[in-house]
Structures are given as structure tokens and as C-alpha cells.
């Protein structure tokens, strides 16, 4: 069957033989050097062709053949291509939410916190659908730099529905960086030992820059300057740049800006102009699983 040449490779030989013939059309001559061969199917005999562009002859083909069997042949390479195609671009897809996922820092644990696991009952029907509703709808919100701030006492399931956000963002492609935030502060910390490979200023730019920040049980850190001169960097940075960020706390903003000293009041009053506030209502799920299980 006929093979197909590369246009140089053709130019190449086309100056050593130089003897194309026999112009039926416009597009396209015959090359009478090359053997015709037979079509598998209806025997028929197909002759090489050399298309012309402008004044050159480039690329050598066999002439289609219009039999049943031929053209049938040529449907099933083209519907194999096609799924080879959509396969490839799956396992794109796939990869690259596994390397978001990865990026994400969102724990195992957290991977399983989606909306269909999450029960919805008369205390959280409320901010279930408006997590729902912002994921559904980032674009816009994204486009606005709004976020969510979630607040609420121990086990309401907080911490659930920002995952549930996080995972359905991932899935369908949006970076996401879910961190809890004692494990944020100490991975910054961490940044100033020997081994580190990222500076601190990589890891700021990276929470700064990524699509959709969560920032889990803000308030569960000790307070200190520097704590305080890290979180106001990423809130300022996001803030100007119309970045969302979500928030989960077991604390209200009034108690946030208590709790921070210096920037208190410079950084809930950004979150306070980014967030929409949710509160989770309701008994601690924990306790309730636990009585379950006994
Ligand atoms: N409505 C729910 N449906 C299913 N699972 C839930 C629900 N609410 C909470 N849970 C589960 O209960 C546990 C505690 O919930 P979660 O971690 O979201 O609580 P939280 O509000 O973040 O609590 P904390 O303030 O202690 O961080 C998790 O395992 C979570 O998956
Ligand atoms: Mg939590
Ligand atoms: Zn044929």
C-alpha cells in the first residue's frame, strides 16, 4: 500500500529523477515512474500521484480507490484514528488533573470530600447549595474575586464543603491550593532550613497566583508578627489581583481581627470585601459518627 513521503524527501529525488508526466488536474499529477499496485480489494490498478503547489510536485500517494472494501477500509482507519485521538487526549486530561491534584496539597483524606458524600440536612441544606453554587458557577465568582468564608463550630462540615469546592475545581481542570493553614505556615517555615529546594518567595507566589486559594481553620495558628506579615501578603496579593480565596474557621472575622494584633483589621476588612460569609450550623458530625458506629 502506498506510503507516504515527506515533502522534502520528495524534493530530494524529484531533482535527481525529474521526469513527472501525464497533468490530469489542477492539483495533483500522475508519476508514471513508480509501478502502479493493486488495490486489495477490487485489484483494480492505482497510480502514484505527486501534488503541485504552485510550481513545485511535492508528497507521493497512491490513488484512493472508490471500491466498496476500500472505501470501508478507509472509514475504520479513520474512526481507530479518532479514537486513538479522543484515548490520547483522555490520558492528557487524566495527567493533568493528577498533577493538580498533586500541586493541590489537598490530603488523601480530603480527596474523599465531595458533594455526593456529604448528607444534606434542614441545618446545612442552605450552605450546601451555595457551595454547590459556587462551584458550579467559579467562572463568574473567579471573575470577581469573590470567595467564601466558612464559619461554624467543630465537625458542621466546614471543612467538607471547601474540599468538596477544591475536588470539584480540580476535576474539571482549575488549580487549585487547599491548605491547611499550620501546615501552610510551616511549610513557609520550613522554606529557611538547608534542605529546602522552593524559597519562601516561590511558595508565597504560588498561593498568591493559583486560580482558587483555601486556607483551612484560619485561626488554629499560634498568632505572631510573622505570621501575621504572611497572611497579610497573600490576602493583599490576592485581594488586588481579584484572586478568591475560601476560608473555614471555627472563629467569627470579629475574632479573627482580635486574635491578629497588627493587621487584624487590614486583613478581614480585604475578606470582608472578598468573602461571602456561610455559617455552618448544626451538630458536630463527628460525634454523631461515633455514636453510629457504636
Ligand atoms: N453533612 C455531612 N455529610 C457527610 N459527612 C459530613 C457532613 N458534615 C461533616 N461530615 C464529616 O464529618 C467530619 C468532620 O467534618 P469537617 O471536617 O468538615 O468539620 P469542620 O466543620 O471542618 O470541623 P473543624 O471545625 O473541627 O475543623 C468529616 O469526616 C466530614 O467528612
Ligand atoms: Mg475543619
Ligand atoms: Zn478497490
Not at 199 to 227: A, F, M, N, T, Y
Not at 229 to 258: F, G, H, M, Q
Request: aromatic residues 8%; proline residues 2%; contains cysteine.
Amino acid at each position: 500500500m502506498g506510503e507516504l513521503v515527506s515533502v522534502a524527501e520528495v524534493l530530494g529525488k524529484q531533482q535527481t529523477r525529474g521526469n513527472m508526466t501525464g497533468s490530469t488536474s489542477s492539483e495533483f499529477v500522475y508519476d508514471t515512474e513508480k509501478a502502479p499496485e493493486e488495490c486489495l480489494h477490487c485489484q483494480k490498478q492505482l497510480r502514484w500521484r505527486r501534488y503541485v503547489i504552485g510550481n513545485m510536485r511535492v508528497g507521493l500517494y497512491l490513488e484512493p480507490c472508490m471500491c466498496e472494501g476500500a472505501v470501508l477500509e478507509r472509514q475504520e482507519k479513520a474512526a481507530e484514528e479518532e479514537r486513538r485521538l479522543r484515548e490520547e487526549e483522555n490520558q492528557r486530561k487524566m495527567r493533568r488533573i493528577e498533577d493538580l491534584f498533586r500541586q493541590s496539597r489537598l490530603g488523601r483524606r480530603f480527596r474523599e470530600r465531595t458533594f455526593d458524600n456529604f448528607k444534606v440536612m434542614p441545618h446545612n441544606r442552605k450552605a450546601f447549595e451555595t457551595a454547590l453554587e459556587y462551584a458550579q458557577s467559579f467562572t463568574q465568582h473567579r471573575e470577581k474575586g469573590e470567595g467564601l468564608f466558612i464559619t461554624g463550630g467543630a465537625g458542621t462540615g466546614k471543612t467538607h464543603l471547601a474540599a468538596a469546592i477544591a475536588n470539584f475545581l480540580l476535576r474539571g481542570l482549575t488549580p487549585v491550593v487547599f491548605a491547611d493553614i499550620t501546615r501552610l505556615l510551616s511549610s513557609l517555615k520550613a522554606t529557611f532550613t538547608e534542605e529546602s529546594t522552593n524559597s519562601e518567595q516561590q511558595l508565597i507566589d504560588e498561593l498568591c497566583r493559583v486560580e482558587l486559594l483555601v486556607i483551612d481553620d484560619l485561626g488554629k495558628e499560634k498568632p505572631s508578627q510573622w505570621v501575621e506579615e504572611k497572611l497579610y501578603t497573600i490576602v493583599n496579593a490576592r485581594y488586588e489581583d481579584y484572586k478568591p480565596i475560601i476560608i473555614t474557621s471555627n472563629y467569627s472575622l470579629e475574632d479573627i481581627e482580635a486574635r491578629l494584633e497588627n493587621s487584624g483589621e487590614a486583613i478581614v476588612s480585604r475578606l470582608m470585601e472578598m468573602c461571602k460569609g456561610l455559617k455552618m450550623n448544626g451538630p458536630d458530625y463527628r460525634k454523631g459518627g461515633a455514636k453510629r458506629k457504636t
